[in-house]
Every structure is written in structure tokens, then in C-alpha cells.
């Protein structure tokens, strides 16, 4: 019955799930009826064997960017800016490739996804605490992925940038700007950005193909506003809540207005506010953020009208098909809420010219190749940049679904993956795959 939550049956249902898709440990918690519950499973490190606890501290990776658009839009509630100020005004040293970006990008441009700045530079700037005053700097080669404001494309520079006009305006690294605007206020013990910090507590390490530890434990520190807290699930859980209520905003729901359609709304919501990616499941709205570091992935989902908030932080093995496991689950016995079924191919096999799509796409930081094989499309895609030895390249069949919508599924992975094929008004070929529009340059 919808409601009544088994405790001694999500103990172990955590555990089973699991070892269903090769997670070598996770962690969970949830805001039901007014109640925190919190639930644990695995181990920390498959070199180590140390349990994960409640207490346990992950990377929650791009979840992270709600925080930082929260950071930004306690200061519009101050006064001290507003979403359509141009980050020039705030950061007059503030260059991209673009001199006309460089002169009108806007703060509401870089918590939706839609400035077009290519998203992907990862940069080790130092240890200090210039690093993000040092990332911006770099920026200013930045070539633009597309034209400022026409579509979106998950951008982690631009989170990266926000948190430096976070720096400019409370006069704080972002690390302490954080903590002083959110943690501390939240009374979170289990949140951290350093990793002299995590250290205090149980960490967990990611871990790559074959359950194997990732070859490094974290990203490097430049990327902070866009993806670098560790908390335990129940941090997470307290944060999303006082996003219900005013607990941080005068006005939350703010942050929950759509400013983009997101070009492919297969693949984890159907559009962007600020911050928080946003869905709708049988007409009840859902505001919800995932993230991905190296090894490591989170999930946290809030639905507003019944204030039930569920966060699952997890440390490898097929994390998706996880994420959407557990929350197909735990969202029909806590409020009887069905979950959309994962894209995939359809009954009956379609026919489409698939010869159009084929050629090279690229962006910052990825590269695909689509070729035509015995008239199926194929995907070769491979990580360039910083992150290109973390990442093995994936190749895999497109399935189409419709004239634009394809689905593959890599080799190994329990779970397809959506694209969806599209223009821009001036005409411009793009693939819309995780979340990242890219263009067609060959």
C-alpha cells in the first residue's frame, strides 16, 4: 500500500538492488510524511572492503549545481544582481572566444544551459584558492557550441563561472561562500568540498569497469561550484527540503520556472529552470538533479506537492539503470507515483533515412562519429581533452524510434541511452545526447 514504508524491507531491498547492477555500495535516504529514513549497503572501496554507513560521505557530482544556482539566487533576493545581468557587469575581466558572448551572457543564460559556451573544460588550476578566479581566466578560449541563447547544452564552465560571480560578490572562495550561505544555515555536519575534509569521515572511492577503484579519487578542485560537494544522502535530502518550503529563498519556485525545452526530453527531464532540471510524472511536477564524477553518481529527486524528497548516491557498476530501479520502486510504495519507463526501441521497427545524420559531431571535451552500416546508423564516441584516459570510447548501434529519435545501448549496459536528431532556426545540424547538444562539423 501506497504510504507505508517497509524500513526492514528497504534495508535489505537497497542490498539486493545493489548486486543486481554491479554497485559496489550506495547509499540512501528519503523525506516521507515529514520523516527522514536513511539506508546503507556495499562497501566504500572493492580494495578495501570498509562498509558504507549512513554516515558515509560520496561525491554528489553535478547535484552540486543547485546548490551554486541557490548560491546566486540568494544574492538576487538580496538585490545584489539579477538573473539577467550580464556577467560583464560583474566580472569585468570576464572573456570567452565570442567578443559579443564575452559582452552579453547572462546569469539566467548559465543556470539554464543555454549560453552556448562549450561546457566540458576540465582544468587543473592549483590546489589554492585562486583556482576558479584561474579557471575563468582560461576560459577566454572558449569557442561557442552554439549561438548564445537558442537551445541547450549542459555547460560546466558556466556553473564554474557563476561560482566566481559568487566569489566577486560575497568577497569569499566559493568553498567558504557555500558554507557560510548553505551549509552552515542548514545545520549539515556531512558536507563537504575538500578532500583534507572528507578525510574525517568514510569516504567513498569511485570505481570503473569491473568494479575496479577509479585511478583517481576526485576532480580537480577548479571545478568546485559545478560538481565537486561529498555529503551523505540525508545533507542532500535537508538541502532539496528547505526548497520546499523558505528555508533559504523567499521564493524557491522561482528556481522551478521553465527557461528551456531541453531538445531531448528522453533522457532526464523535459526542461530546465534554474539549476534544477524539471519533469512531470502523471501531472505531478518533479524538480530533480543527477551527477557523475569519476566513478561515483548521484540522484536527487523532490515532489513538491507531497514534499517527498529521495536521494541515492552510489560508487560504480551500472549506476543509471540503479537510479531508475530504486526510483521506479520506492516512488510507487511512497506515493503510489509511477516513473516513466526508460526510452527504448520501439515494438514494431521503424523506417528512416539514417544516411543524413551520419558524419563527424563535436564539441568540447567529445568527439562521435556516425557512420552507416548495413543501413544501420552507428555511434563511435570518444572523450577528448582532460578526460579522455578516464573514459574508454563507446560504440554502439542507433536504433531509430521516429524520424529524429534514435536509442542505443553500449555494450554491457543494462540501459538504453536516448539522441535525438535536430536543427537550429538558421538551419545548423545537432545531436542531442547526455544532455549536451553538439554540432555537426563534418
Sequence with gaps: MAGTVDLGRWNARLAELIAEYEVPG?????????????????????????????????????????????????????????????????????????????????????????????????????????????????????????????????????????????????????????????????????????????????????????????????????????????????????????????????DPQAMWEPQVDIPNPYAIGKQWGLGWILDEWQGRRIILHGGNTIGQAAMLWAVPETDTVVCVLANGGHTAAFHHALATELFAELIDLAVPPVLGPPDEPFETDVERYAGVYERAGSRMTLTVRDGRLSLYNEATGALAGMHPPMEFDLVPVDDVTFVGRPEGEPQWLSAVFYELADGSPYVHLGVRATPKIA
Aim: proline share 4%.
Design 26 to 250: 550506495a547509499s540512501l535516504a528519503f523525506l516521507h510524511e515529514g520523516e527522514v529514513h536513511e539506508f546503507a549497503a556495499g562497501v566504500l572501496n572493492t580494495a578495501t572492503g570498509v562498509e558504507v554507513t549512513t554516515d558515509s560521505l560520496f561525491q554528489i557530482g553535478s547535484v552540486t549545481k543547485v546548490w551554486t544556482a541557490t548560491q546566486i539566487m540568494m544574492l538576487v533576493e538580496r538585490g545584489e544582481l539579477t538573473l539577467d545581468t550580464p556577467v560583464s557587469q560583474v566580472l569585468p575581466e570576464f572573456r570567452v572566444a565570442d567578443p559579443e558572448v564575452s559582452k552579453t551572457v547572462t546569469i539566467r543564460h548559465l543556470l539554464s544551459h543555454t549560453s552556448g559556451i562549450d561546457g566540458d573544460l576540465f582544468l587543473e588550476t592549483g590546489r589554492g584558492d585562486d583556482c576558479v578566479e584561474k579557471y575563468v581566466e582560461a576560459c577566454a578560449d572558449l569557442a561557442q557550441n552554439h549561438p548564445l541563447g537558442v537551445t541547450q547544452s549542459y555547460c560546466n564552465s558556466g556553473f564554474i563561472i557563476a561560482g566566481r560571480v559568487v566569489e566577486r560578490l560575497t568577497g569569499k572562495v566559493w568553498d567558504t561562500a557555500l558554507r557560510e550561505q548553505i551549509i552552515e544555515p542548514l545545520g549539515l555536519t556531512h558536507t563537504w568540498t575538500l578532500p583534507e575534509d572528507v578525510l574525517r569521515f568514510r569516504g567513498a572511492m569511485g570505481h570503473v569497469e569491473g568494479g575496479v577503484p577509479a585511478p583517481v579519487w576526485g576532480l580537480m578542485r577548479s571545478c568546485g561550484p559545478a560538481g565537486l560537494i561529498c555529503a551523505r544522502p540525508a545533507d542532500v535530502v535537508a538541502f532539496a527540503r528547505a526548497h520546499l518550503g523558505t528555508g533559504l529563498l523567499a
